[in-house]
């Protein structure tokens, strides 16, 4: 073929060879070169959107990867899990969890609900991106005036303070139920073998908060515009939050659920790290009826980024999440 074509062409076409093959591109090992190169960057990881005269800002703690499903997944046979993962396109070897944390600017103060893992690696090095996502998103960690906790589980209160227990929110106030607070802070679980990790990073992240924290109630106004609602059995005191501005409400529903497959639309299992398992499906249940009855659009913790959409009931005690549509306002 080539001694077809003029010689000028010919020419160019041997340079081109010479040239691919003295970079090490030789024919067959190389990707075709597009006009731009493979790009190593990713978007930001905030995504902001309006609620009635609010402004919602999620920002993520990273991924959270917990392993084998049937270690924490009960109550679901393996095979049905793997079924249920399978069918969902979702992988069968690992669960990964996102950490979705929700910055609430109300107009007269800024609420953020939640702080991730912080310094831990308890769950792999993915997580601990607090900080990182606040700055993409612009916002300083002094400017938050509220931080609200759903319970003292490491990867809900793990982001507030350094190793050394020094507070990274300055002039914030935290709200945490007592009961969960006392229960996840107490010195004699130190030793025990599965509470200890979590009890050592409590007492390290809320320790240095411990002359700027407010006691939440369920069925309290906790800031103006916020409202906590029981929701025990994850957690001993967990609570979750309806957040309303506007006419406009959102449910902050931390870990009533962890799953939008294996603990949504089978709502009946339970999950390992759970108090009181029994009672966290009675939880889920109960919050699952409001939010899909009332219509009422939630921000799950743990779910696919950014955590925001809607429950809908498709039989007597199965659910299904809707993501909602982006919302850029
Ligand atoms: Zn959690």
């Known amino acids: 073929m080539i001694d077809d074509l003029n010689p000028t062409r010919r020419n160019l076409l041997i340079g081109a060879a010479a040239l691919a093959s003295a970079s090490g591109l030789a024919a067959g090992t190389s990707p075709a070169l597009a006009r731009a190169p ?12 309006p609620l009635g005269k609010a402004q919602v800002t ?15 997944m009960k109550g679901m046979s393996e095979a049905e899990i793997a079924q249920a993962l399978t069918d969902n396109f979702l992988p069968t070897d690992s669960v990964v969890l996102e ?24 769950f792999g090095t993915t997580t601990g991106r607090l900080m990182r996502s606040l700055g993409e998103a612009r916002i300083r960690p002094e400017q938050i005036d509220d931080i609200i906790i759903t319970h003292a589980h490491i990867d809900h209160i793990g982001g507030l303070a350094t190793e050394r227990g020094r507070r990274l929110f300055p002039n914030a106030t935290i709200h945490i139920s007592k ?32 002359d700027r924290i407010k006691w939440v109630t369920g069925g309290q106004e906790v800031v103006p515009g916020v409202q906590a609602v029981n929701a025990p059995g994850h957690s001993v005191g967990h609570t979750i939050y309806l957040i309303e501005s506007d006419g406009k409400k959102l449910a902050f529903t931390g870990d009533v659920t962890h799953h939008q497959i294996l603990l949504t ?11 009181d398992p029994k009672q966290a499906v009675d939880t889920r249940l109960r919050v699952f009826d409001m939010l899909s009855k009332d219509r009422i659009p ?3 913790f743990h779910f696919p980024w950014p955590g925001h959409g809607y429950l809908g009931r498709t039989g007597p005690e199965t659910f299904r999440f809707f993501p909602a549509p982006m919302a850029i306002g």
């Open 38 to 49: 493979f790009a190593r960057t990713q978007p930001a990881y905030f995504y902001r959107f």
């Open 265 to 275: 639309e089978r709502p009946r299992t339970e999950f390992a790290y759970d108090s």
């Open 298 to 300: 939630m921000l799950a």
């Open 99 to 122: 950490q979705n944390i929700a910055i609430v600017n109300m107009g007269n103060r800024l609420i953020m609900f939640d702080s991730g893992m912080g310094f831990s690696k308890a």
């Open 179 to 210: 009961v969960d607070h006392d229960f996840w802070t107490d010195e004699a679980k130190l030793s025990d073998r599965t509470l200890g990790l979590f009890v050592r990073h409590a007492r390290a992240n809320l320790l240095p908060y411990r």
């Open 58 to 72: 999620m920002v993520s703690d990273g991924t959270l990867a917990l392993g084998k499903p049937s270690d924490t």
